[in-house]
């Protein structure tokens, strides 16, 4: 399960917007709160305990670190992690700065899902699934071919568990599993926050998205 919901969400998200076409945003930026509420919850009940109890003197600076770096990810991704994109009307190829940056942000975020079981996982896939319904609708709207949209998603999609089956199987990794860990926790800090923020106009909360991120902290505390 540790590999396949992260895949599964993101061609689940792909279909729904080839087949759907979703354009009712509202309902979009609800599942977007939800998911950065489940994921920022995940990372402080969950992951943050556990690297902690590590007492490495080190972790700290890699969650700053994890922070930074997401950063600058985004100057290349334009927060398309947090679904936020912007193009041309018409888009010949694959946006390939855009590719690179969210592949990288993917495939760090499966390293500490071997670790953590199930929930993760979990977290993961519901933070990829508004975010490829997005992706999918904006190339789609920039009219890129259906082929590299396809291979696009693909990759995309195959980038987390990757992530997770390094982190299983390169042994030479696990002596720095906490501090790997906690550079993920900086990277899903500042995607989660921004992703609860910028899922309302003006940063103001109505009831909805208020009991939407209720309830992703709710879920993430059960699991």
Known sequence: MNYLLPLLSVLLGYLIA????????????????????FL????VMHLLPDVYESHNDNIG?????GILFQIILEFFSK??????VHGHPNMSHIPWLLFISLCIHAFLEGFPVGHHHD???IGIAIHHLPIAIILT????NSHLNK????AFMLTFALMTPLGTFASDYLTGLNEYHNEITAVV???????????????????????????MIILGIVLAYFL
């Open 18 to 37: 080839l087949v759907l076409k979703p354009k009712n945003k509202t309902n979009l930026k609800l599942l977007l709160a939800f998911s950065g509420s």
């Open 40 to 43: 920022l919850s995940l990372t």
């Open 61 to 65: 600076i890699c969650i700053m670190l």
């Open 79 to 84: 927060g398309a992690e947090h679904g936020h």
């Open 119 to 121: 929930n993760l996982a």
């Open 137 to 140: 609708t904006f190339f789609i």
């Open 147 to 150: 082929q590299a949209i396809f």
């Open 185 to 211: 926790i900086g990277i899903l800090f500042h995607i989660s926050s921004t992703i609860i923020f910028e899922s309302s106009e003006g940063h103001k909360f109505n009831i909805a998205k208020v009991s």
